[in-house]
């Protein structure tokens, strides 16, 4: 089976978690089996290799994420949107890539995948029925629902006959939700099978291509439309199978708390006196709350959010006042916390503890104006300096002036503390790259 | 007049912004009249100079307090308890040293004020009154009282007969509390006025003393109990001074938060939806406080509190449970605050910013088996290193190996960050000392 999972940009309904440096589908707060942390893409790849080992699976984001990706995931093939477009121009791309990349035939079937939802693995195990529902040659789309849990004006419902969709109803009212629900209509989860010439064929309704670069050149010439409304709900033949177990958005702190094992998540954090309350604390220092009652506190390096639950979904316009650089960012080499940033009468300071996996190294580069100093904390690593290579080892302090070319190579797991010193903001444009 | 400000011990009702090396009365977060921002016993100082500025003024304080004195106040006087136990040992020993060290006459009058309250200038004006109860040969004490704005349970009342106490009642229950206020009661405002001989006799009473040396030897004599149980609860003879404007015991977040100008203190402060809620915050990051009701926020270098007003007075026992090392302190040359502190597989490494005060300098020290490294981000210092001194400006970076003899000397404002790096636990233990 080939598999491609969409993966959504950058979003703040989770801030100030997720960040524009990092999704919420990155973050590491969900609970494994075995007790430690991963994220929603890393959940969700478990779940696929566990239910379906042999299946081929593509994440289809933005160069953004690759980075990201590539440390959580290891080596997964990713396809690259070149501009963020919507769903149907993405799934289109994809589709392109398995034909003239892949050398699929235009008949095969894919399955694609969103990466928002918190399920079990019988989710993962009912695709192969909805691709079945498209080999069978019985549907010319395959789709998933869920059984809804109450009737909720959030979501889409699939109203069916027996295999068949009847039609997909948006986010109805409550009032119709509960009629949906005793006409057994189903809560659309958005993973569909298409056959790759049936998406091919509705791209070149927008555009001629013969290869996958004419393709992605040509990418924009795509419109920006979900593939909902550009293709699923245009088509009279579509099958849908049942998915009938634990099934969450976990798109707002609400629906997050919902699925969190104990009341907190993260170190030192103190509750009294709650009733209905959760906290999650990424900091170091201790978070006490007391007798709140449905409230939700998340202490993120970005920032701190204390809201009812029920106002925690609607933080959009608040959170879009807030412009602050990012305080942590995973890379493609590791992650780093910026732990001070700081402007005083013109001189910027920027302090960040940076951690390098073994193996990984900075791209070679030197700063026009900028001092650095380099304060190793634990492992080794290679550092060049001015095309000279020494070791470095915990106590080593290393000074970079302006206009030295330096770089790492990290020997082991690597931490350091890097202290950046200018006159003007320290933005990450004072950067000369020369690998 | 000679006025003794009583200066407490370190309490944790105001945590997270007060800790163990910072008492409420020297947090600075009361606004002045320029806009600016004051602490407790910087607004006190000020407002006694405004009000009597010719009085001589001392602070009764333990050692552990006389460095952030004197950041805030200069060169107070200070009096020096050498061990807490409680009011009447640090009245009496107040009166030793106004009579052995200051040589006043026995008879000669002192007031004593605790900083705990947020009054206009009145209160102290009201001062001489005081006093004056006591000189005119009327009372043998004199005493300050405040008209009550409703029948609380927290504090003490003070009926009367015109000047003359009739009696003191210590927190009554509410019904009690409201038939007092019937009775013209007033709120014990914990100021007094003795004649210096009247205390040296009380303290008779428990030892013998004819120097100010042998009083302070002997002061573990002194029984630990409050001036109220010991002195004024058992003296017929009090007058009784009105203040009749704002009186505000601010030992609570509720009671903080009920005399804050607006909503909010610090920066990159959001409130949406919010009623009756005040939010604190001291870090660099933003908090949003969302769809509260009565809640106070506070967020500071030591932990965040996030609680329902009437629940913020009744904390301890949380906060006791709390054991970690201060994250901003202020000392004899300046402030610190903790960027960082982590204990990693044994590797415990330590980053601060610290900020010298122009002229100030640290001790001359070592330590056995710290490494150290500082960068340097603003200002000038001459630092010596093993006897050699040399100037060190922004952008400079100084490694200092364990055993390196040490120490600066701020030639202007002086910021640096420093990190520490060891293989146990960072404490203020390694130190060597030699000034």
Redesign the interface.
Known sequence: MHIVLLSGGAGKRL??LSNEALSKQFLKILKKPNGEHESMVQRVMRQIMETNPNSNVYVSCGSAQTEVLGSQLGNIETILVPSRRDTFPAIALAAAYLHYVKKLDKSETFVVCPIDHFVSNKYFERFSKVEELVKSGQNAIGTLGTVPTHPSDSYGYILRDGEKVIKFVEKPTINKAEELMRNNALWNCGVFAFRIGYILDRAKEHMKFDSFDTFYNRYTKLPKISIDFEVIEKEPSIGCAVYDELWKDIGTWDEFASQMSEPFLGN?V?I??CENTHVL?M??????????ES?V?V?G????????K???SN?KS??D??H?RP?YEQRRWGDYRV????R??G?S?L?K?IHMNVGQSMSYQYHEKR?E?L?I??GKAIITIDDVDSVVA??????I?PKTKHTLLAATDF?F?E?Q?GTSELEEEDIVRLT
Do not use: C, Q, T
């Open positions: 801030w100030p030192n103190f009294s006196e604390n900091l170091d220092i201790p978070v006490i709350a007391n007798d709140l409230a506190v202490v390096y970005d920032g701190i959010l204390v809201s009812s029920k106002g925690a933080l608040v959170v006042k807030i602050l305080m732990l001070e940033y700081k005083d009468n001189v300071s302090v503890r001092n100093a304060v904390i634990s915990p106590g080593d302090v290393i000074p002036p931490e503390i202290v010193l």
